[in-house]
Every structure is written in structure tokens, then in C-alpha cells.
């Protein structure tokens, strides 16, 4: 049975409780070298299905670890083969690992979402299906002005985006942000590393943001600091006895 990885924390302090129970009931472990350990349970693939309960298993956790630790987030389904495998991601990665939870030391994370209405009624997914209808030039002409108009708004979002991270400036570490498309505007997603002591500030700043515009706001967190931690690089591919000679 192979080894499901939630996180990755230093290797001094508290164990994991043993009230804590992984994925498919099974019991919560660490595995430790030099000075990290990871959090692991024995895991069939069959039991990594997206219902709410298994990823609430796996979210709390997490939630665990990253209240007593600094923890190193995964996502959900990250499977090693065995405890040497956990072993090699540790030993491989030490300093990449060790760097990460320095600059994560202390903090959550916080997201602001924007909600942004396109700027004329009916969205860019309706024109286009009425405009289908049409001639072939009068489709292209409508798929021109989506696109443009697309443009606009994500110059907008990208001044948006700008205009609210200076106002929280000096209450978070590092950012990020995403922004898409959808048929009834434009959604900007900012997530923000946030020391724990500034949280109230933070939160604070980003509810006063709703009364300045444009859009709706909505913030959420503290959460884990999943947006700030990418995927673990893969291993070295190990070297067989025939490839040595």
C-alpha cells in the first residue's frame, strides 16, 4: 500500500496526535530525517475520491499541523510508493524544503476575490452564441469586440489588482494572483501571505476595500499557505547496478 503525503514540518516539537486518523481511517504517521518530518498514512488509490468527506479528512490535518507547526501544505492525492520514498523526498529536497518553511515561518494565508461585472449587459458568451446566428463576417466582428473588450477588463483587474495590494501594504510577506474569464464578468482571486499578528489589520484593510469599488468582495482565510508552496520536485531517478557498469 502506498504512502499518502499531507505535509511536511520541522522535525523538533509535538508529535501528531493519535486522535488524528488519515485518509480511509487509517492511522497518522511521521516520517523524520535530519531535521524535517512529514506527516503519512497508508493510502489505497481507490480511497482518493474528491467526496467531502475524504477531503475534510485531509484538510484537518493540515489545519493540525499548520496550527502547531509551520507546515508545507500538499495537495490532495500526492502518493509515494513507500517509507524510503519519503525517505529520498526528504534527503533530495532538504534545503529546498528547509528554505520554504523559513519564508513561510509564522504566517497564513488570506485571499481577497473581486467579482467584476463586464462592462455592458449580457457577457461575451451571449453575443457570441447570438452572433453565430448571423453571417460568418458578423460572428467574427462580435468575436473581435469579446476580445477586446476582454483586454480592457483585464488591464482593469490588473489596476485593481495593484490599487489593493498597496492598500494592504506592510501587512503581508508575499502575493499572488489569478484572473479569469467567466460568462458574467471577470473574477481577480489575490492571495496573500499574512503574519499571524497582522491578520486583524489585514482583515480590516481588505473588508474596507468593498465600499471603495469596483465589485464585490470577498475575503476568506487564514488558511494554510497552499498558494505559496509548488509542487515538490520530482526525485532523481535512480540509478540501476546494469546502468552503473
Given at each position: 500500500m502506498e504512502l499518502l503525503l499531507?505535509?511536511?514540518?520541522?522535525?523538533?516539537?509535538l508529535a501528531v496526535p493519535s486522535f488524528l486518523t488519515g485518509v480511509g481511517g487509517r492511522p497518522l504517521m511521521t516520517i523524520g530525517r535530519?531535521?524535517?518530518?512529514?506527516?503519512?498514512?497508508?493510502?489505497?488509490?481507490?480511497?482518493?475520491?474528491?467526496?467531502?468527506?475524504?477531503?475534510?479528512?485531509?484538510?484537518?490535518?493540515?489545519?493540525?499541523?499548520?496550527?502547531?507547526y509551520?507546515?508545507?501544505?500538499?495537495?490532495?492525492?500526492?502518493?509515494?510508493?513507500?517509507?524510503?520514498q519519503v525517505d529520498r523526498l526528504l534527503t533530495?529536497?532538504?534545503?529546498?524544503?528547509?528554505?520554504?518553511?523559513?519564508?513561510?515561518?509564522?504566517?497564513?494565508?488570506?485571499?481577497v476575490r473581486i467579482f467584476l461585472p463586464w462592462g455592458t449587459p449580457g457577457g461575451p458568451a451571449e453575443e457570441d452564441r447570438a452572433a453565430s446566428a448571423e453571417s460568418g463576417l458578423a460572428y467574427l466582428n462580435a468575436r473581435r469586440r469579446g476580445f477586446a473588450r476582454e483586454d480592457r477588463e483585464g488591464r482593469e483587474a490588473d489596476r485593481l489588482a495593484e490599487k489593493v495590494c498597496l492598500a494592504l501594504t506592510g501587512l503581508y510577506r508575499?502575493?499572488?494572483?489569478?484572473?479569469?474569464?467567466?460568462?458574467?464578468?471577470?473574477?481577480?482571486?489575490?492571495?496573500?501571505?499574512?503574519?499571524?499578528?497582522?491578520?486583524?489589520?489585514?482583515?480590516?484593510?481588505?473588508?474596507?476595500?468593498?465600499?471603495?469599488?469596483?465589485?464585490?468582495v470577498l475575503l476568506s482565510g487564514p488558511w494554510p499557505p497552499y498558494n505559496f508552496v509548488l509542487a515538490a520536485p520530482p526525485l532523481k531517478r535512480p540509478t540501476s547496478a546494469l546502468e552503473e557498469q
Open positions: 499531507y505535509c511536511i514540518f520541522p522535525g523538533a516539537g535530519a531535521s524535517l518530518r512529514a506527516a503519512v498514512s497508508h493510502c489505497r488509490r481507490a480511497d482518493l475520491n474528491p467526496e467531502r468527506e475524504t477531503l475534510q479528512t485531509y484538510g484537518r490535518i493540515i489545519e493540525w499541523c499548520h496550527n502547531h509551520t507546515a508545507i501544505p500538499f495537495r490532495f492525492g500526492y502518493l509515494l510508493p513507500d517509507a524510503s533530495e529536497r532538504h534545503t529546498h524544503f528547509e528554505a520554504l518553511l523559513e519564508g513561510l515561518q509564522g504566517c497564513v494565508e488570506m485571499g508575499r502575493h499572488c494572483r489569478e484572473s479569469r474569464g467567466l460568462p458574467q464578468g471577470r473574477l481577480l482571486s489575490l492571495y496573500f501571505l499574512v503574519p499571524r499578528p497582522a491578520q486583524g489589520a489585514f482583515r480590516e484593510v481588505a473588508r474596507g476595500l468593498s465600499a471603495q469599488g469596483p465589485g464585490t
